[in-house]
């Protein structure tokens, strides 16, 4: 079935710095990919619309700027967080659309533990 | 607008119960797909199982039910004799139908943690 690679699963790093996630489609090509952002004990809350080539949509209140999305294939989508604090601290997940013969569905990715110390 | 309602936070039960988890949604789509995943501690998503609104028959698999209503706007997930290992936090979710070959983003339901005790 379609797989969605996400790496790395776990991050520390200090305040200040940037922090790439990747996500990867395996198996199929993934034109649109979703990023979600889940504080702990909390929902999942979308971030941001990526399609292949084309600049991300962002959802309210999320900070493009901080929140880089780059989607410049058709395999590989990914999040930068940019110069990191605490309160970025988060689980990250993405999710990419596929299609298959009959129908349509979603997959998503194994989340990313990002901890700003 | 779209919205999902998973008003129990968090559900004990002893293990070999019978536990139902409540979802209730509100969208203004006719077409639209429910979802319900389950969230181990370990953070990945496991896909449990898809709806379309037109498909309005209950489903079973294995200890796994889940009963859509239309009606009441309702999507309830029961699980019968309940085994420590389902212990997770379940997710209801709602997407719009896929129209124009573009992909919808889900809009999740707060979560239900469910704890099974030995």
């Known amino acids: ?117 | 607008a779209q919205k999902v309602t998973q008003a129990q936070t968090e559900i004990s039960v002893v293990e070999k119960e019978d536990v139902t988890l409540d979802c209730v949604y509100e969208t203004r789509d006719t077409t639209y797909y429910l979802f319900w995943y389950k969230q181990p501690p370990s953070g990945e998503l496991v896909f449990l199982i898809r709806r379309n609104s037109f498909d309005e028959q209950n489903e079973i698999s294995g200890r796994y039910s889940w009963n859509f209503q239309k009606s009441t706007s309702s999507f309830n997930f029961t699980i019968t004799a309940s085994q420590v290992v389902d212990s997770a936090v379940y997710f209801c979710a709602l997407s719009e139908a896929s129209i124009s070959n573009n992909f919808n983003k889900f809009y999740f339901g707060s979560g239900t943690k469910l704890n099974v005790k030995p």
């Open chain 1, 1 to 117: 079935g379609a797989v969605v690679s996400q790496h790395p699963s776990r991050v520390i790093c200090k305040s200040g710095t940037s922090v790439k996630i990747e996500c990867r489609s395996l198996d199929f090509q993934a034109t649109t990919m979703f990023w979600y952002r889940q504080f702990p004990k909390k929902s999942l809350m979308l971030m941001a619309t990526s399609n292949e080539g084309s600049k991300a949509t962002y959802e309210q209140g999320v900070e493009k700027d901080k929140f880089l999305i780059n989607h410049a294939s058709l395999t590989l989508s990914t999040l930068t967080v940019t110069s990191a604090h605490p309160e970025d601290s988060s689980f990250y997940i993405c999710s990419a659309g596929y299609r298959g013969a009959l129908y349509y569905g979603y997959t998503f990715g194994s989340g990313t533990r990002l901890t700003v110390v």
